[in-house]
C-alpha cells in the first residue's frame, strides 16, 4: 500500500542553524501539506502546496519557514534559523485531486521529531 | 469557525468492553469529519471520515462513529476494545472550502488486560 514517508525521523539542531525535513508523498499525489504537534499540543496546521506555490498557510508560517518541491518525488519543508520553540513533531500529508465536494482525506507520514538545542 | 473538541484527554477501557471516544464539533456549514488514529512511532493513520453520504460511517478495525447534527457530535465507538487499540485518537474536521485540517487535541486511549 502506497505510503507518505519522512526523513530523518529525528533531527537535533543547535538554535540559529538551518534544517530541512524531507518528505516523499505518495506517488499520484497533488496536494501536499505541513503540520506540527508541539509536545503536549494540538497537531497544527502549517501550509499547504498545490502546482508548485503555496495554497494555503497558518499564522504559525512566518518568514523562516519555506517548502520546495524541488524534484517529481521529494517535498521539503526548510526552517532558515531554528529557534527553541520550533522544536516539535512535523508531519507531512498528501492528497489527491479533489474528487467531490468539501472532501479531501489526507495521508500522513510518521512525521519527523526536530529537536532545537 | 470551524472546530471540534475532544471532550476527554484520557480514556481507559478494559479489553473487551466498549469503547466511546467523544467528539462535538463547529460548523456553520455542513462538515466534513475525521477520525484518526496515531500509534507510538507511527503516523497518522485514517479511520474513517464523514461526508454526508451516511450518518453512521463504519472505519477500520471494527470502529464506527454517528455523526448527529442536533447534537453536533461525532462520537467514535467500537463494540469490543483490543490491545491494540491503545493509541492516541484525534477528530479532524476539514475547513469547508479548503484542504486545511483542523485537529482536536487527542484521546489517549489506554485498555487494560
Known amino acids: 500500500e502506497p505510503e507518505v514517508t519522512q526523513t530523518p525521523s529525528h533531527q537535533v539542531t543547535q538554535m540559529g542553524q538551518e534544517v530541512i525535513l524531507r518528505c516523499v508523498p505518495i506517488?499520484?499525489?497533488?496536494?501536499f501539506y505541513w503540520y506540527r504537534q508541539i509536545l503536549g499540543q494540538k497537531v497544527e496546521f502549517l501550509v499547504s502546496?498545490?502546482?508548485?506555490?503555496?495554497?494555503?498557510k497558518s499564522e504559525i508560517f512566518d518568514d523562516q519557514f519555506s517548502v520546495e518541491r524541488p524534484d517529481g518525488s521529494n517535498f521539503t519543508l526548510k526552517i532558515r534559523s531554528t529557534k527553541l520553540e520550533d522544536s516539535a513533531m512535523y508531519f507531512c500529508?498528501?492528497?489527491?485531486?479533489?474528487?467531490?465536494?468539501?472532501?479531501?482525506?489526507?495521508?500522513f507520514g510518521p512525521g519527523t521529531r526536530l529537536t532545537v538545542l | 469557525a470551524q472546530s471540534v473538541t475532544q471532550l476527554d484527554s484520557h480514556v481507559s477501557v478494559s479489553e473487551g468492553t466498549p469503547v466511546l471516544l467523544r467528539c462535538n464539533y463547529s460548523s456553520s456549514y455542513s462538515p466534513s469529519l475525521f477520525w484518526y488514529v496515531q500509534h507510538p512511532n507511527k503516523g497518522l493513520q485514517l479511520l474513517l471520515k464523514y461526508t454526508s453520504a451516511a450518518t453512521l460511517v463504519k472505519g477500520i478495525n471494527g470502529f464506527e462513529a454517528e455523526f448527529k447534527k442536533s447534537e453536533t457530535s461525532f462520537h467514535l465507538t467500537k463494540p469490543s476494545a483490543h490491545m491494540s487499540d491503545a493509541a492516541e485518537y484525534f477528530c479532524v474536521v476539514l475547513i469547508a472550502g479548503t484542504y486545511k485540517y483542523i485537529f482536536g487535541t487527542g484521546t489517549r486511549l489506554k485498555v487494560l488486560a
Open positions: 502546496f498545490y502546482n508548485n506555490e503555496i495554497s494555503e
Open positions: 500529508a498528501s492528497s489527491a485531486v479533489r474528487a467531490l465536494e468539501n472532501y479531501n482525506e489526507q495521508f
Open positions: 506517488s499520484n499525489h497533488l496536494y
